[in-house]
């Protein structure tokens, strides 16, 4: 999930890509100098760079099943953990920080890590939990094996799980007695 996010935009021109340097700076012989083809060779200042960096892709793939097998092992872990949390759910009628954070205290979730998986986004919610460290959200299609594992709790609500629970199909393993 991390090499997926990395951008790999980084660039460094070589001597080829800066503009100048065209003409030879003095004669080959007779000088006392070094020889010197261009202004822009890398040992000049100003010069190219040398096996810099170019952009590239990071990307890796990974088959659905996997993908799928890793989110149900890194839930399951949480479960038997204690740390997934269900409410009814998420609406609130003001955008108001202190409700929420009324909310955590009564579920004494404070110095914790939440991540509040629903099915579709509840405005007022995402608008008030802006403003409190170490929460974040997720719909319920979207939820990853990184993000269940980055954060210490998870709060269900009723909808999130079902939308989970109807993403999420059956994970057909290899079955053992044919692996060689």
Do not use: C
């Not at 092992?73 to 949390?85: H, M, T, V």
């Amino acid at each position: 999930y991390l090499a997926n996010k990395h951008r790999g935009t980084a660039s460094t021109k070589t001597r080829g890509e800066i503009s100048g340097g065209g003409r030879k700076p003095w004669k080959q012989k007779g000088t006392g100098r070094a020889r010197a083809g261009s202004t822009r060779s890398p040992v000049w200042r100003k010069g190219g760079v040398v096996f810099g960096p170019r952009p590239h892709s990071y990307r890796q793939d990974m088959s659905p099943v996997k993908r799928q097998a890793a989110l149900i092992d890194a839930l399951s872990s949480k479960q038997a953990e204690g740390a997934i949390l269900m409410v009814e759910n998420l609406d609130m009628k003001d955008i108001k920080t202190k409700a929420l954070a009324g909310f955590y205290k009564a579920l004494a979730l404070d110095g914790k890590r939440l991540l509040f998986i629903m099915d579709k986004p509840e405005k007022n919610f995402l608008k008030a939990s802006r403003n409190i460290p170490d929460a974040g959200w997720s719909l319920a299609a979207n939820l990853n094996a990184y993000e269940v594992l980055r954060h210490g709790r998870l709060i269900f609500t009723v909808s999130g799980m079902a939308a989970l629970v109807k993403s999420v199909k059956s994970v057909s393993r290899p079955s053992e007695e044919h692996s060689s």
